[in-house]
């Protein structure tokens, strides 16, 4: 079974704060993924990338940077944070990309931006 | 870009009805559509996957369908129970030369016992 570990599960901070959320997958997985999740919206994709040193702009990128670091950790980061930056926050990762349409999620990461 | 819209947002169902769940889609060249399952506090779970050649397939209760004419794709739950209540979505795979997802809004199915 995929493993997908996200930090922190929770975090709050205020408008103009710097957050780092992190992903680790330990299945050796090529892509990984960073969506947020709001209601009404479903899942749409931020960043995401296909290896270490690899970035690829998402759907909704604005006000978030990423970082891929190794194969098993991937990063994002908001260096400003804004109100309407607060969300759930899902890290997934797959083998192949699209190609077996399966995602493994983390668990998500609940941030409030007061 | 590609847009998927799912319908509907909500969903009750009695214990043993069948629930049916369609997505939209407008690129006529995605390559794969998945469905997910998203329990309370939770992160998603596969539920089923199709490639583009597939029209129907079925698994444990569950049949998705895929009309690539009309550009829709459905799942059915049949003799739905109440440990289905949960929220489900589609994604549809769009071929950029990395592949990414592209999820519905999500539909929120309540089987009533």
């Known amino acids: 079974e995929a493993a997908v570990t996200q930090s922190p599960r929770n975090k709050v901070t205020v408008t103009g704060g710097n957050v780092t959320l992190s992903c680790r997958q330990t299945?050796?997985?090529?892509?990984m993924y960073w969506y947020r999740q709001d209601t009404g919206h479903g899942l749409r994709l931020i960043h995401y990338?296909?290896?270490?040193?690899?970035?690829q702009i998402g759907d909704v990128p604005d006000g978030y940077k990423a970082t891929r670091t190794t194969q098993e950790d991937f990063f994002l980061l908001l260096e400003l944070a804004s109100p309407s930056q607060t969300s759930l926050y899902f890290c997934?990762?797959?083998?192949?990309?699209?190609?077996?349409?399966?995602?493994?999620f983390g668990e998500g990461s609940k941030l409030t931006v007061l | 870009g590609e847009q998927v819209e799912q319908r509907p947002p909500h969903l009750s169902v009695r214990e043993g009805d069948s629930a049916i769940i369609i997505c939209t889609y407008t690129d006529s060249a995605t390559a794969y559509f998945s469905w997910y399952k998203q329990e309370a506090g939770a992160g998603l779970q596969l539920l089923m996957s199709v490639l583009s050649n597939v029209d129907r397939k079925e698994e444990q209760g569950l049949t998705v369908l895929l009309n690539k004419k009309d550009k829709r794709l459905s799942l059915n739950l049949t003799a739905a129970h109440p440990g289905d209540s949960a929220v489900y979505f589609c994604a549809v795979s769009v071929n950029t030369g990395n592949y990414k997802y592209v999820f519905g809004a999500g539909t929120r199915l309540k089987v009533i016992a």
């Open positions: 299945n050796s997985h090529n892509y």
């Open positions: 990338s296909y290896g270490a040193g690899n970035l």
């Open positions: 997934a990762s797959s083998d192949l990309g699209g190609r077996t349409g399966q995602l493994y």
